[in-house]
T-cell receptor, first 113, second 115 residues
Framework: DTEVTQTPKHLVMGMTNKKSLKCEQH?????MYWYKQKAKKPPELMFV???????INESVPSRFSPECPNSSLLNLHLHALQPEDSALYLC????????????FGDGTRLSIL | GENVEQHPSTLSVQEGDSAVIKCTYS??????FPWYKQELGKRPQLIID?????GEKKDQRIAVTLNKTAKHFSLHITETQPEDSAVYFC??????????????FGTGTRLTIIP
């Protein structure tokens, strides 16, 4: 099993809503990542979890709140988002956070009304 | 932090010809350089990677070269096929402000293979 699974695939929410994005992998990887990708741009790192501990937060606004309940799961909790937060949110995992190949999920396409 | 530049931003190649995409990086401590292919509406997929102790790596029609002195690396695709059409991103693994390694991506190259 070499898949990273993300749900939902699409999400439309208002600026006052609270929602969560979910990511799951069963490859035994110990590093998991959240990226944001705008159209025609490269993925932009948001958060890194290594062995279930937050190791990198790239100065992401607090309206994005990551959570790693266990080594297979990664969540991104969303609250009071802005229209400019509309993007493709990609989850990735790697064996560990030290220069290992990262495997991406299909992403959640998020639209903020 | 790391800065990765990628050229060209768009590339059109006749089917069967070769395509070359070039990247430069700024952090001399970077030591891992993956390449990703992203088709429209799909996930980035790792197609090849190279580490700083190696100068070249090949996988069938795809090869990557690394020049550590000049801090640049290149992707070479030979005998291009229509299914090679996609956006290609290079990346370099450098140090974040948190003392961990992180990937910094280039700006992408849209490759179009003309049948």
């Amino acid at each position: 099993d070499t898949e990273v699974t993300q749900t939902p695939k699409h999400l439309v929410m208002g600026m006052t809503n609270k929602k969560s994005l979910k990511c799951e992998q069963h490859m035994g990887h110990r590093a998991m990542y959240w990226y944001k990708q705008k159209a025609k741009k490269p993925p932009e790192l948001m958060f890194v979890y290594s062995y279930e501990k937050l190791s990198i937060n790239e100065s992401v606004p607090s309206r994005f709140s990551p959570e790693c309940p266990n080594s297979s799961l990664l969540n991104l909790h969303l609250h009071a988002l802005q229209p400019e937060d509309s993007a493709l949110y990609l989850c990735a995992s790697s064996q560990d956070s030290s220069n290992q190949p990262q495997h991406f999920g299909d992403g959640t396409r998020l639209s903020i009304l | 932090g790391e800065n990765v530049e990628q050229h060209p931003s768009t590339l059109s190649v006749q089917e069967g010809d070769s395509a070359v995409i070039k990247c430069t990086y700024s952090d001399s401590a970077s030591n891992y350089f993956p390449w990703y292919k992203q088709e429209l509406g799909k996930r980035p997929q790792l197609i090849i990677d190279i580490r700083s102790n190696v100068g070249e790596k090949k996988d069938q029609r795809i090869a990557v070269t690394l020049n550590k002195t000049a801090k640049h690396f290149s992707l070479h695709i030979t005998e291009t096929q229509p299914e090679d059409s996609a956006v290609y991103f290079c990346a370099a693994s450098g140090w974040s402000n948190f003392g961990n390694e992180k990937l910094t991506f280039g700006t992408g190259t849209r490759l179009t293979i003309i049948p």
